[in-house]
């Protein structure tokens, strides 16, 4: 038996347990998927948890918000892409280690490239330039995703200091890396030259769905496309009035599924096409 599961909190809107059930009945594998919610301050909870994995009793674990940074202190490694990143959202267990990998970054990209190709977006701008709202574990890996893409980078969260953070953490010599206040009147003048705005934060999950992490007061940039790393409703506020004010925009949704398919093969040894873990979840 393969036991997987998610570790976060909260995680009841999870829809990976759709996705790596559907993984293994592909595959033939007997296994299940669980959820962990722990606390974000739970943080013994979070080291029984990982004991487990040490134990062999789950055999990999995805790590969502807010346990992505959390998670490292209990890790005896980490992969390249997570340690550049600081962050991580796969751990398994290699030669009695436990190893902490970043499944997020590769994940948000194929599926960012994947929607501009479907939708036949082509950018008018020159530049590439991204806002960032956000500054926590999943902001990290998208900043990472970003430059490593040629992105010009400006993060804004409600923590200052948090984006500061994450700058030095990267590079505080980076000048494609910024941060600016989370402030209408900061923000405004920036706005024209963005041309991809990414929602890094959980504002408007279910069942806060009448919330947008977008400053009320504030206009959004003309050609510009809208990701939304949250995928629980299906179509966020964020989503819904970026659309409505002629934006491309999309949920969280791809990079869900294509960061499952990674972690599935790196649990398993086993590739699934993204056909059958999309269609699991359009089922719901």
């Known amino acids: ?63 969502t918000i807010p346990h992505k940074q959390n998670v490292i202190q209990f890790l005896n490694e980490l992969t390249a892409t997570a340690k550049a990143i600081g962050a991580v959202s796969a751990i398994y267990l290699k030669e009695n280690k436990l190893i902490g990998d970043n499944a997020d970054a590769p994940g948000f990209l194929a599926d960012l490239k994947r929607f501009l190709d479907k939708e036949n977006i082509v950018s008018k701008r020159k530049d590439k330039n991204a806002l960032i709202l956000g500054a926590g574990g999943s902001s990290r890996a998208i900043v990472y995703a970003l430059l490593n893409d040629g992105w010009k980078v400006t993060i804004t969260a409600r923590r200052p200091g948090q984006a500061q953070a994450l700058i030095a953490d990267f590079s505080s010599s980076d000048s494609r890396l910024k941060s600016i206040d989370f402030q209408t009147n900061a923000l405004s003048p920036l706005v024209s030259s963005i041309s991809l705005i990414v929602n890094t934060t959980p504002v408007g999950m279910t069942p806060n769905v009448n919330q947008s992490p977008w400053p ?62 999309s269609s699991a979840v359009e089922e719901v």
């Open 1 to 63: 038996m393969i036991h997987l599961g998610l570790v976060g909190y909260p995680v009841g809107h999870s829809l990976s347990p759709k996705l790596h059930t559907a993984a293994l009945q592909a595959c033939k594998l007997e296994g299940d998927y669980s959820l962990f919610p722990i606390r974000p301050d739970d943080m013994l909870g979070l080291k029984d948890l990982l004991a487990r994995v040490r134990a062999k009793e789950i055999h990999g674990l995805n790590v």
């Open 216 to 277: 009320e007061n504030l206009s959004f940039p003309s050609d510009a496309m809208v990701y939304d790393l949250v995928y629980n409703p299906r179509e966020t506020k964020l989503v819904k009035d970026a659309s409505a004010a002629g934006l491309f925009a999309t949920t969280g949704l791809g990079m869900l599924i294509e960061q499952a398919m990674l972690g599935f093969h790196l649990w398993t040894g086993k590739h699934i096409p993204r056909e059958i873990m």
